[in-house]
């Protein structure tokens, strides 16, 4: 076959392939349970269905501009000034179709190739994948031993001439856990000094429990949005439960935006309007919505601690938003890819390994799905492993 060397380099997403997998299991009648989604199981919020069986009853679903609607940036606007401080003008914004291709946006418009993107472990799956996509070279800075977070420092010392952007994901997948205030001012501060963009994937900002808040990064610029150089990136797949939707989109100043632009014209015109049409009735109207979903998944979150507890060697770091716990399964089995196989083959349980997420020895629950399949998912897992009988 005579395919790209691009396209050879490129890993399949691991997280993907075990959803089609996990529904492939369930449609040959398998018992399996899934505790790899990404994705929370709520229906749309009524916003969103009004918006689009509206633009439906008219008939009319056409291209739109390239960088979004207009009422859906104004609700951007409207939503980054609530959440984030900054009120962006629509030369700062660009309606994607995901928040993936806004990231996908973000680094062909500032990467050239060879170019170094950092990013901290464990690290959404896409990450390595993405960079490699814009010819650039991921530089991976991992926690110290028994952490999940990252110190700046660890990441200032991997700065070099070629580092073009740091990428950070908080509320993180897969650990669940939240970088502090503290964290978040000095990276803002190194991005600043060098020169360097920052990239906030904020997808699950608003999935944050214990009281806790995701700090905003803009909160620590010196910088007004249009010299800024801090990129974030948000959307309606999580918090809003409308990944089928396809719609995230960037905060950024206008020389980067205007890059973005032009690429996403390139690859696919617009968004589609159906779907930017019932992303801006959910942010209209879908404040309560999102308290909902988050409340939901704080009792979840209690669940799974409590279900991962009652194993005999697992370790964890009690996630603080998101859906995902990552716990450090090593002492069972350091092997990630073969212990989550262990599992599906002999309990039935999708799980994803922690070497997908670049940290070995973990294992990624997810708790975005049913309580009663968390209870069983897990305690299948501690029969397995600790050989109890329930
Ligand atoms: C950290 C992170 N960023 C981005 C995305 C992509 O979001 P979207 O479905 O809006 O493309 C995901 C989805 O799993 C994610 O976990």
Redesign the pocket.
């Known amino acids: 076959m005579n395919l790209s060397r691009l396209a050879l380099s490129l890993g399949q997403s691991a997280t993907l392939k075990l959803n089609e997998l996990a529904s492939n299991l369930k449609a040959e009648g398998k018992p399996v349970i899934h505790l790899g989604g ?1 994705e929370p199981e709520e229906k749309i919020p009524g916003g969103a269905f009004a918006e689009s069986k509206k633009m439906l009853d008219g008939g009319f679903v056409r291209y739109t501009p390239v960088s979004g609607t207009r009422p859906l940036k104004s609700e951007i606007a409207a939503y980054t000034e609530q959440y984030y401080g900054v009120k962006p003008g629509p030369k700062n914004i660009v309606v994607a179709s ?3 291709q806004a ?1 996908y946006n973000f680094l062909v418009s500032v990467v050239d190739p060879g170019d170094e993107v950092i990013f901290p472990a464990p690290y ?1 799956v896409s990450y390595p994948e993405m960079v490699k996509l814009a010819y650039g070279t991921p530089v991976i800075v991992r926690p110290r031993e028994g952490e999940l977070l990252v110190k700046a420092e660890d990441i200032e010392c991997h700065l070099t001439s070629r580092t073009k952007a740091i990428l950070l ?1 908080s509320p993180n ?1 897969p650990s669940g856990q939240v970088y502090p205030e503290e964290f978040i001012r000095e990276l803002v501060e190194i991005c600043e000094s060098r020169n360097v963009y920052l990239l906030m ?1 904020d ?1 699950y900002n608003r999935l944050v429990f214990d009281g806790l808040k995701a700090p905003s990064a803009f909160n620590f610029s010196k910088k007004p949005l249009n010299e800024s150089n801090i990129v974030s990136i948000n ?1 309606v ?1 999580k918090t809003f439960s409308m ?1 089928g939707y396809r719609i ?1 989109w960037s905060v950024a100043n206008e020389a980067v935006t205007q890059a973005m632009i032009k690429v996403q014209a390139q690859v696919s015109s617009c968004p589609s309007a159906l779907s930017q049409a019932a992303a801006a009735g959910a942010l209209r109207d879908g404040g309560g919505f999102v308290e909902t979903l988050r409340q939901g998944l704080e009792k979840k979150r209690d669940v799974m601690v409590a279900e991962l507890a009652k194993l005999k060697k697992v370790k964890l770091h009690r996630p603080q938003g998101t859906f995902y716990s990552f716990a450090d399964f090593g002492a069972y089995e350091k092997d990630s890819t073969k212990l989550s196989a262990l599992l599906l083959e002999k309990a039935m349980v999708v799980t994803v390994p922690g070497i997908e997420f670049g940290l070995e020895g973990h294992l990624r629950l997810s708790y975005c799905g049913a309580e009663q399949d968390i209870v069983e998912g897990v305690g299948r897992i501690r029969k397995l492993l600790d050989q109890e009988v329930l």
Request: glycine share 28%.
């Open positions: 990404g995901g928040a993936k990231i959404w994901n997948n994937d997808i959307g797949s990944t995230g």
